[in-house]
């Protein structure tokens, strides 16, 4: 565990209060306070070339297998991603993949939205036709159109430099067969009495099982040299296509696109289709072939000069655009650190915006238009903070109106006042998997991140999900199909923007984020964890630029959570007041919480597996940041 912030400390180098203040970062910083050292569990990394990080050792020796074979950033995040799906790092390929990239020739950031949609038939009314509150947990059910397969190709097609096969490479050497890790194994057999349900689930995942013993194990031993040979068969499909079109005389991006088209409309979506409809599930082949992946602009706001980059309002990462608009109103360092006051400011700014996210969010290729103009606007962030109470937490805070602040009139005026909550116990840690494991074991098991960045200014950050265990394996493809249509509401009381239609993209809780300081990289982070997600990272970048923190430091440091947001799985539940705190936070900060209005729940560690990249312009070199909370890792040049 890293050391309390009260501990003494021990002098190091200065290169990263150098840096700081050759960005103009340190502002009111006290220089004293700054040059303090903090121990750390992982090492920073350091790299001239490039760094690779995701969420587990073996995807990134992927992406450091891509850099050291002439690949740019996109495509070793493209091959880490390919590795982090096959070892079902917790994602499959039938996940969805949401992506940022700086473009160092354009100077600009942009989203990839590989996310999918919700199939022909699901309906609010499908659902409650057959006595179900919405779409379930797991299962054909629960699945939208497979997006991981499009977001990985038309990355690599838009920005990347090498092919489908070199990219795939590492990820079909693993699924010809890997050694097992200890986490994924259990994370497998705990979810045994579902995957037993869907016999490809079975077949793939538990190849020791036996119905006569089903209390013996049945996962993959940790060690053991797992084999997925139907995952490898539809791998090499996508490249057969690829080599064939291009023996054929297309051009890269043609024979990229052939791929595509052999995936979304060929024999693989057949599979998919035939396999999910056996099932019970919705999926046409109308619907794959409408499937899109959107390449586009991201959100954007500033924090004190530095432009944060978010994918917009498909996903929460706004959320974390309004809570930094809200915060620049206050002066977060003269707090200190982690203190009652501060974790009180964080709290509330948290809760405006993501009551906000609960009522306005969705996608914005299917009507209505969401308000996020006015969302971002710095004067509706002034308002939103003077609704702060600073004595005590306010449990039934309800979203704002911004549409004063676009010009508009709110069409949901209605349905705003006569909002409520809905309250309930928390079903799970804010964590996009459910077994029989703790709160704590789950969070290291949810879903990954990807970052990455080359000395030519390529920077890439993903966070791919959905196809977690327990899926449901589509056919002979090895793809588990994702989880996500859980995401959507059924009630417009709740969200008259993310209720479920055919066609239409849940609001995810998936949010990769890209800072950039005088228009150059600054920071790339990410984080795993359902709703945790932008609460972990607003800290983190708080962290650097208002406490003066390294990345690694950043990374492992003290994050609070709040439950206060209705969550974005299950029940859609809210729990106002519910504070988890790290176990080290001192007494007096806790008692001092608790007097306003706070129940306190603590674990051992709460930074959450943040992966982040910082970039040192004033030495040319990137630093790479790792959390020590599970087991993410990294590789630098």
């Given at each position: 565990?890293?050391?309390?912030?009260?501990?003494?400390?021990?002098?190091?180098?200065?290169?990263?209060?150098?840096?700081?203040?050759?960005?103009?970062?340190?502002?009111?910083?006290?220089?004293?306070?700054?040059?303090?050292?903090?121990?750390?569990?992982?090492?920073?990394?350091?790299?001239?070339?490039?760094?690779?990080?995701?969420?587990?050792?073996?995807?990134?020796?992927?992406?450091?297998?891509?850099?050291?074979?002439?690949?740019?950033?996109?495509?070793?995040?493209?091959?880490?991603?390919?590795?982090?799906?096959?070892?079902?790092?917790?994602?499959?390929?039938?996940?969805?993949?949401?992506?940022?990239?700086?473009?160092?020739?354009?100077?600009?950031?942009?989203?990839?939205?590989?996310?999918?949609?919700?199939?022909?038939?699901?309906?609010?009314?499908?659902?409650?036709?057959?006595?179900?509150?919405?779409?379930?947990?797991?299962?054909?059910?629960?699945?939208?159109?497979?997006?991981?397969?499009?977001?990985l190709i038309t990355m690599l097609s838009e920005f990347g430099t090498m092919s489908l096969e070199q990219v795939l490479g590492p990820a079909m050497q693993m699924a010809a067969g890997y050694p097992m890790e200890q986490t994924a194994a259990l994370n497998i057999e705990n979810s045994k009495e579902l995957l037993v349900r869907w016999e490809s689930s079975r077949r793939v995942l538990l190849p020791h099982y036996d119905p006569a013993h089903p209390q013996q194990w049945s996962a993959p031993y940790p060690g053991e040299i797992f084999k997925q040979p139907e995952l490898l068969a539809t791998l090499q499909k996508l490249v057969a296509a690829e080599?064939?079109?291009?023996?054929?005389?297309?051009?890269?991006?043609?024979?990229?696109?052939?791929?595509?088209?052999?995936?979304?409309?060929?024999?693989?979506?057949?599979?998919?289709?035939?396999?999910?409809?056996?099932?019970?599930?919705?999926?046409?082949?109308?619907?794959?072939?409408?499937?899109?992946?959107?390449?586009?602009?991201?959100?954007?706001t500033t924090y004190k000069g530095i432009e944060v980059y978010k994918l917009t309002h498909w996903v929460q990462g706004p959320v974390l655009l309004q809570t930094l608009n809200i915060l620049e109103n206050v002066d977060l360092k003269s707090m200190g650190y982690n203190s009652a006051r501060y974790i009180h400011a964080l709290y509330q700014a948290m809760n405006l915006a993501f009551a906000d996210r609960d009522f306005y969010y969705g996608d914005p290729y299917v009507p209505p238009i969401e308000p996020i103009k006015g969302l971002l606007s710095k004067e509706y962030a002034r308002q939103r903070y003077g609704e702060i109470n600073w004595q005590r937490n306010v449990p039934l805070q309800p979203p704002g109106d911004p549409y004063p602040f676009q010009g508009q009139t709110n069409p949901y005026r209605e349905l705003l006042e006569r909002w409520k909550p809905k309250l309930g116990d928390r079903r799970r840690a804010a964590v996009d998997v459910e077994h029989t494991l703790t709160d704590e074991q789950a969070f290291r098991a949810g879903t990954t991140s990807v970052q990455a960045a080359d000395e030519q200014g390529w920077v890439v950050s993903i966070t791919p999900s959905g196809g977690w265990v327990p899926a449901f394996i589509a056919g002979n493809t090895g793809f588990g199909l994702s989880q996500r249509m859980q995401a959507f509401v059924m009630d417009e009381a709740m969200s008259p923007f993310n209720v479920l239609a055919p066609g239409k993209r849940p609001r995810a809780t998936l949010s990769p984020s890209i800072a950039l300081k005088d228009g150059k990289p600054l920071l790339s982070f990410a984080v795993q964890g359902g709703d945790a997600q932008d609460q972990n990272l607003l800290q983190f970048f708080l962290n650097v630029v208002e406490f003066g923190m390294s990345v690694q430091q950043a990374a492992e440091a003290a994050n609070i959570n709040s439950y206060q947001m209705h969550e974005s799985f299950g029940m859609h539940t809210s729990d106002p007041g519910h504070l988890l705190v790290r176990a080290d936070t001192p007494s007096w900060v806790r008692a001092e919480l608790e007097r306003m209005g706070y129940r306190i729940e603590t674990w051992a560690k709460t930074s959450g597996p943040i992966n982040a990249i910082y970039f040192d312009r004033v030495h040319g070199t990137l630093w790479g940041g790792s959390s020590d909370f599970g087991e993410d890792y990294g590789i630098a040049w």
């Open positions: 565990m890293m050391r309390s912030r009260h501990a003494a400390q021990s002098s190091r180098p200065r290169r990263w209060l150098a840096a700081l203040a050759g960005l103009g970062l340190l502002g009111a910083l006290h220089v004293a306070a700054a040059q303090e050292a903090r121990d750390t569990i992982k090492p920073t990394l350091h790299g001239k070339h490039w760094v690779a990080i995701t969420g587990k050792p073996l995807a990134a020796s992927a992406g450091a297998l891509t850099f050291a074979n002439g690949g740019n950033a996109v495509d070793a995040a493209c091959a880490m991603l390919a590795a982090a799906a096959t070892m079902w790092d917790t994602l499959s390929w039938g996940g969805e993949t949401v992506a940022l990239v700086y473009d160092p020739r354009a100077g600009k950031v942009r989203g990839i939205n590989a996310l999918g949609v919700a199939p022909t038939g699901a309906t609010p009314e499908f659902f409650r036709s057959r006595g179900m509150h919405g779409p379930p947990d797991y299962g054909p059910l629960a699945a939208v159109t497979p997006g991981t397969v499009g977001g080599r064939d079109a291009l023996h054929a005389g297309k051009n890269r991006k043609q024979a990229l696109q052939a791929a595509y088209e052999r995936f979304y409309r060929g024999d693989i979506g057949r599979e998919i289709v035939a396999a999910s409809q056996a099932a019970g599930g919705l999926f046409t082949m109308e619907d794959l072939d409408r499937y899109k992946v959107y390449v586009e602009e991201p959100a954007m």
